[in-house]
């Protein structure tokens, strides 16, 4: 525990080495990581490593239930995992309950050594700078997510949006040691390693009178493009190139994000701020400079057209060096409906959720909660029983007219169920949005893969017609992707690696109301396609 102060509250919570953003990891593609995590405080804690694949490491991704048992207190792990034909920005964060609200820190993983002489597909940046934009709450939000699931309303929003750990100045008592500054030269190319660690809220991003090209999005180049401001769902991140102007610019500027907000309840709606100041030319002396400082201007909050043309953009480098392995055909195609839902209210208890009961959310209308025993324990031993049940439907059960008028019964079907897939099956999802208790676009993520985004599109999917404008030539490769507000996201993977592997919704209100699944991956013919056993200080339930 680390005591810490923002916006003139100071709180006790739940660090890594006492630092607020934690550590940043450092390492090249090829490395194996060994990280001893060891918990120091009373509350239990796994921590995942976004975005990395975990080929046949399984027992480190590290989500709570899923992969491991947590820490508990007093406790340690060794989370030891090989970086395989990964490089670029990603992050770790904690995954249990909400405390990757404090416990986060950037990811960076360099090219290997010498590949050649240009280690990236852009000219080499002068400076990089990670940029993690985080949620900064006054009160403890364990507190906050207990007492939501408790009254089963919605629970209450952050005070501020962060740049690496900082409100800065557009908030009430949050000054200048409150803000992120970033200093650079005129004429010089800077690399941002853009991470959204936000607890609930898609942010966008710009920098006033300067514009930004993306090159990299969730460790993975892309075919680089220009844009004023970028949107970035919780569980994403993306690498931006600034060209800083060619001769100091008599002027500061606002570098500001503030959220993409699509649904129909509270949200924090704030603005961050950080400063992009210019090192003065030696002509100007250093005292008494009073510069303009320029704003940069966001979109609407409920901008989706935005958003929609921005996914867009984003394409695969897809070059030799660096191809885009679209599965062409598919083996298991699935078609999942995502959004809220309610459970009724337990008997003798007043409930704040919608009409009186408590809020859910589901995929294909089951809520999935969290077991007792890790799901990839009782699969590796065989031990499922009790634990899981591998009949989750590829299908809704009930179809409607999903982006219409809602259904009048809006309760969920509660389970801890998994699809079942055997091992290097390619497989498609389909992920419609509904307007049950208000469409919303949802960040969905996918533990111990990457996929391609092949189509999206508003409505409802159309499975005749949709799959012809698919893109199998270059489309983005990522691990979390915004399921349209109204519409429907069409991804591909290759179950190329065994385990138990969580797919969620990145919001942790919808996660914690259990807007998750898993997929059950089974092991391949040859011993390099199996998983191998637990490591022997894996936590015991």
Known sequence: MQNVTRLCHTKSMVTVNGQYPGPRIVAREGDNLLIKVVNHVKTNISIHWHGIRQLRSGWADGPGYITQCPIQTGESYVYNYTIVGQRGTLFWHAHFSWLRATVYGALVILPKRGIQLFPYPFPKPYKEIPIIFGEWFNVDPEAIVSQALQTGAGPNVSDAYTINGLPGPLYNCSGAKDTFRLKVKAGETYLLRLINAALNDELFFSIANHSITVVEVDAGYVKPFETDIILITPGQTANVLLKTKPHFPNATFLMAARPYATGSGTFDNSTVAGILEYELPSIYSTKNNKFPLFKPTLPALNDTSFAANYSSKLRSLATAQYPANVPQTVDKRFFFTVGLGTNPCPKNQTCQGPNGTKFAASINNISFPLPATALLQAHFYGQANGVYT????????????????????????????????PFNASVEIVLQDTSILGAESHPFHLHGFNFFVVGQGFGNYDPHNDPTMFNLIDPVERNTVGVPSGGWVAIRFQADNPGVWLMHCHYDTHNTWGLRMAWVVQDGKFPNQKLPPPPADLPKC
Do not use: C, E, I, Q
């Open 390 to 421: 591998a009949d989750f439907p590829s299908y809704p059960l009930h179809p409607f007219n999903y982006t219409g008028a809602p259904p009048n019964n809006t309760r969920v079907m509660n389970g801890t169920k998994v699809v079942t897939l």
